[in-house]
């Protein structure tokens, strides 16, 4: 088999051209069968301070170092093709646009643990949490896997572990999510081969499931609501709900929240943020929302200034800052309590406001309107929470013309 052969070359002796400062770029020429690539070093001279036949600077003050750092990004990649010749991998210059240094030992486990760690200050607490607990049941199934040991059968093995170990097929779904986001960034970075990439060749279907909402007279039921003597606390996760209920807001961007959030006008609260999960600004007149007959306040408007009066003086965020989790469980807790369906009182969790205002503004204004109200890309997005209701189905049977 014939070996690539390695040289420091200057550009401007093959093109003749320069950059509008005088000078080209020295790297290492990879050449094999007729073909080359060339790999930049990031180091510029001028015609004058390269020597033709000995391939190397001169006439430069820091000709010693450069020269070095040539010779060293050389042997980096010598050792580069050695180590794929030792992996029994093919050795070409199209193999060589993988090679990055020190990448070739990185195994996609810390890969992507790597890359979840450098990006942790750019996700929320529960996106981080969720990518953590996906690389941790990967570590749990194999404690490292290669690049090359990254593929379909060891994928397979991985999803299968997943569900012997009970999880639902949604919760296999978002793990295979999760590994797939990691394995196209590898692609994207020249870590696997586009045509390497095993998760182009599975396919892990999510199942339809029925997005829980509160009906107009569970609501209700919620308004009502008070806490029993020594759980005031729950009236905090009330109105936190309630709010969700009344705007369709998401709980990463209600837990934001605070006083720089809001602006008291003629016309009523205006409340302004930017959305944690799609990174859209939000603004939006809270007396629009929900108004109360013969009341000035609507009941969002109502719930703000309940929580702004109850953290006076204090800089905590307006509402609660607590896991989905611990506010999920006081939901349930609450629902417990209430004249609602089972289906709620098991079920009900962070999203359930959220879909209760989709559900509830479905039969109150045009779709389009909703879908600017809860910040959707697509139609498509939003119908996924206009569920209807047999009062929606009756309001708009009603305004047929027949």
Same mark, same amino acid.
Request: hydrophobic residues 35%; proline residues 4%; positive net charge.
């Given at each position: 088999m014939t070996a690539i052969q390695l040289k420091v070359a200057y550009q401007y002796e093959r093109y003749s051209r320069l950059k509008q400062n005088g000078t080209a770029a020295v790297g290492i020429q990879a050449y094999l069968g007729g073909k080359e690539r060339f790999f930049n070093s990031g180091i510029y001279i001028t015609p004058q301070q390269w020597h033709s036949k000995l391939h190397q600077i001169v006439h430069h003050p820091d000709q010693f170092h450069l020269n070095k750092r040539l010779q060293d990004l050389k042997g980096q990649i010598q050792r580069f093709i050695y180590e794929l010749e030792q992996m029994g991998e093919e050795v070409s210059l199209e193999r060589l646009k993988d090679y990055k240094e020190g990448t070739?030992?990185?195994?996609?486990?810390?890969?992507?643990?790597?890359?979840?760690?450098?990006?942790?200050?750019?996700?929320s607490r529960s996106t981080y949490t969720d990518q953590r607990q996906t690389l941790d049941k990967f570590k749990a199934y194999r404690r490292s896997v290669s690049f090359r040991q990254f593929n379909v059968r060891l994928l397979r093995g991985f999803i299968d572990s997943l569900h012997n170990d009970g999880l639902s097929q949604n919760t296999v779904h978002k793990h295979f999510k999760n590994l797939r986001k990691y394995a196209r960034l590898a692609v994207k970075l020249d870590y696997i081969a586009h045509n390497n990439n095993?998760?182009?060749?599975?396919? @892990?279907?999510?199942?339809?499931?029925?997005?829980?909402?509160?009906?107009?007279?569970?609501?209700?039921?919620?308004?009502?609501?008070q806490a029993p003597k020594g759980k005031e606390h729950l009236m905090i996760i009330k109105d936190f709900?309630?709010?969700?209920?009344?705007?369709?807001?998401?709980?990463?961007?209600?837990?934001?929240?605070?006083?720089?959030?809001?602006?008291?006008?003629?016309?009523?609260?205006?409340?302004?943020?930017?959305?944690?999960?799609?990174?859209?600004?939000?603004?939006?007149?809270?007396?629009?929302?929900?108004?109360?007959?013969?009341q000035?306040?609507?009941?969002p408007e109502e719930i703000l200034q309940r929580r702004v009066d109850a953290n006076f003086l204090s800089d905590k965020p307006t509402f609660i800052y607590e896991s989905t989790q611990v506010y999920n469980r006081h939901l349930k807790t609450i629902a417990s309590s209430l004249p609602v369906r089972k289906k709620i009182m098991e079920?009900?969790?962070?999203?359930?406001?959220?879909?209760?205002? /989709?559900?509830?503004?479905? /039969?109150? @204004?045009? @779709?389009?309107?909703?879908?600017?109200?809860?910040?959707?890309?697509?139609?498509?997005?939003?119908?996924?929470?206009?569920?209807?209701?047999?009062g929606t189905i009756n309001r708009a049977l009603d305004g047929v013309h027949w």
């Open positions: 070739l030992n990185q195994t996609f486990t810390e890969f992507y643990e790597d890359r979840l760690e450098k990006a942790r200050p750019q996700l095993p998760c182009t060749k599975i396919s @892990v279907k999510k199942e339809h499931t029925d997005r829980l909402f509160l009906l107009e007279h569970e609501l209700s039921q919620f308004e009502n609501f709900f309630l709010f969700s209920c009344y705007t369709g807001l998401r709980f990463s961007d209600m837990k934001q929240i605070d006083n720089e959030c809001m602006i008291e006008t003629p016309d009523g609260i205006e409340l302004f943020l930017r959305a944690q999960k799609t990174k859209k600004p939000y603004r939006q007149n809270l007396r629009k929302l929900f108004p109360v007959p013969g000035a306040m609507s009941r079920g009900i969790s962070s999203h359930t406001g959220r879909h209760t205002f /989709g559900t509830i503004m479905a /039969g109150k @204004v045009d @779709v389009h309107i909703l879908q600017q109200l809860m910040q959707h890309s697509n139609i498509r997005e939003t119908m996924i929470y206009v569920h209807l209701s047999k």
